[in-house]
C-alpha cells in the first residue's frame, strides 16, 4: 500500500539552508574572532584571567625564594633550581621572566639579613617551612582551578601544581 504524499509544503527554512547558515556563521566566528588578545576593551576571558593569576602567583612565588636565598645565602644551593623551576612556570603562563638573584648577596641583601623586617624567617628550617607552605598553598590552589579552565589551561595549571608538590617534599625532605 502506498501513502498519498503530503499535500502541504513545508514551511520554513529547510535543513539544508540551515546547515549551510550555521556552517558559514562558524567560518565567519573563526575567522573574526581570534584569540581576543589583541581587542581592546575586550574583557579577558576566564582562561586568560587564570593564566595572568598564575603567572603572578609564580613571580610572587620567585620573589619569595630570591628573599630566602638572599637572607640565607647558605641554602642558595638548594633553593635555586626549584626558584628556577618557579620562574619556568611564570613564563609557561605568560609572566614575565624575573631577574635572577646573583650569585652571592649584595650589600644591602645581606644588611637586609634575617630578622630585619623582610617576612623571611631568622632560622633557615623556618625559611624553608615558610616556603613549603607557600608552595602548598599555591599548589592546592592551582589544583582547585582546574575545572574552571578549559583543556591546554588546566593541563598546565595540574601540571604545576604536580611541581608545587613535589617542591614541598624537596623543602621538607632534610627535616626528617
Known sequence: MSFPSSPRLPTGPRRRSLLASAAGAALLAGCS????????GAVPSADERARARAARDSE????RYDAVIAAHPGLAARLRPLRDEVVRHAEAFGGARPASPKASPSG????????DGSGVPVNEK???AGLAAAERELADRRAGALLEVPGESARLLASVAAAGAAHVFLLTEGDR
Open 108 to 115: 644591602s641583601a645581606r644588611a637586609a639579613g634575617p630578622g
Open 33 to 40: 574572532g581570534g584569540s581576543g588578545t589583541g581587542t581592546t
Open 60 to 63: 610572587v612565588l620567585a620573589a
Open 126 to 128: 623556618d625559611a624553608l
